[in-house]
């Protein structure tokens, strides 16, 4: 049974550039989360998304863009990229009341 | 607002030798706490859900408690391939995001 899949694993951009991070989660769960961890940090949440909508989003500016696709799979858009988006990306997957399982998350890094 | 605080920031343990962590919390009606644990370069990885005051879990040389105000993860007789860093998290309000500490980074030698 495969969990929840990143790609890519690594991308380098420059500032201004725009990126697009994509998920598939975990068979049978419905729910994404994306999460922004700094190194150092503990991860921060970004948006969930479930039947396609984005249900709730945490303290993120609007360059930061999701969207979910019938299948459950998910994706991340960041525009304008800035020095200090340079992070791990998490996506996590979840069924309603279950904890949320991670992937190993997309490292990016903004030059 | 909700806050979660984890100490100490980092911990050298000798093989062996048992310790705890901490996980303070603050959060307006708790929802479940969760410890996470994450090896270097990869996400977290799911090992418990607390509800409750009293609570336990425990899961090989591990074992997570839980009060009012704090959870502590207890780690009996540490192993070289315990070393990781620990993460701990409450359950928002509205039960869709989850609120991390900055974690703990523990590492036990031989």
């Known amino acids: 049974d495969a969990g929840v899949t990143q790609s890519p694993t690594h991308l380098i951009k420059t500032r201004g550039q725009q990126v697009t991070l994509r998920c598939s989660p975990k068979?049978?769960?419905?729910?994404v989360s994306w999460y922004q961890q700094a190194l150092g940090q503990g991860p921060q949440f970004i948006f969930q998304?479930?039947?396609?909508?984005?249900?709730q989003r945490g303290n993120f500016p609007d360059r930061f863009s999701g969207h979910q696709y019938p299948n459950y799979s998910s994706e991340l858009n960041v525009n304008a990229l800035l020095l200090g988006d340079s992070a791990l990306y998490l996506c996590?997957?979840?069924?309603?009341?279950?904890?949320?399982?991670f992937g190993n998350g997309t490292r990016l890094t903004v030059t | 607002e909700d806050q979660v605080t984890q100490s100490p920031e980092a911990l050298r343990l000798q093989e062996g030798e048992s310790s705890s962590l901490n996980c303070s919390y603050t959060?307006?009606?708790?929802?479940?706490l969760f410890w996470y644990r994450q090896d270097p370069g990869k996400g977290p990885e799911f090992l418990f859900t607390?509800?409750?005051a009293g609570e336990e879990k425990e899961k090989e040389r591990l074992k997570a408690t839980l009060t009012k105000k704090e959870s502590f993860l207890h780690i009996t007789a540490p192993k070289p391939e315990d070393s990781a860093t620990y993460l701990c998290a409450v359950l928002n309000q509205a039960g869709t995001a989850l609120i991390f500490g900055k974690g703990t980074t523990l590492s036990v030698s031989s």
């Open positions: 996590a997957s979840s069924l309603q009341n279950s904890p949320l399982h």
């Open positions: 959060v307006s009606g708790l929802r479940g």
């Open positions: 068979s049978g769960h419905d729910t």
């Open positions: 607390l509800y409750s």
């Open positions: 998304y479930y039947e396609e909508e984005e249900r």
